[in-house]
């Protein structure tokens, strides 16, 4: 299972919340750069999906 940590640019806490800091409210970010982003991977399927729809018609 894969855990991505974040760190709370405000207050410094680590968190596992996404969105923000739990504690102070402030904005997250992955502390540590990611070889593999779950974001470009499904910018890479809206891509296919536009292709395909385009494609067939
Ligand atoms: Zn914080």
Redesign the pocket.
Known sequence: MMVWLRK?G????YTLNRDK?P????VVHVPHPAKFSPDDKYAKYRRVLKEERCNVS
């Open positions: 709370c405000d207050c410094g806490k800091c504690s102070c409210g402030g």
